[in-house]
Nanobody
């Protein structure tokens, strides 16, 4: 069974930085494209960034130039470096296997997520 454990969230002021981590187990991590999703209160869960097995990346327009997604296949871990954070980035952040073609999460097992709160 695939499991994800997200960590690294917290409370920061606008303009601050955070680095999120996603540890995966129960799957051949290196085979799959992975993505970071976020869900703000009252909103749908949305894809923020994705990285394929070869390291090619895609970003939502609102985070381009501020967020950097990366992965360490040997550690079965994915990261999201976030700088110049804005209050609009406030959300619970999740990771999952993702379809690069559609941006759709492919595993029904979600982790607990990690809360990111950016104060103005």
């Amino acid at each position: 069974q695939v499991r994800f454990v997200e960590s690294g969230g917290g409370l920061v002021q606008a303009g601050g930085s955070l680095r999120l981590s996603c540890a995966a187990s129960g799957t051949t991590f290196s085979f799959y494209a992975m993505g970071w999703f976020r869900q703000a209160p009252g909103n749908q869960r949305e894809l923020v960034a994705s990285i394929d097995s070869g390291g090619s990346t895609n970003y939502q327009d609102s985070v381009k130039g501020r967020f950097t997604i990366s992965r360490d296949n040997a550690k079965r871990t994915m990261y999201l470096q976030m700088v110049s954070l804005k209050p609009s980035d406030t959300a619970v952040y999740y990771c999952n296997i993702v379809s690069r073609a559609t941006g759709t999460p492919l595993n029904t097992n979600w982790g607990q997520g990690t809360q990111v709160t950016v104060s103005s």
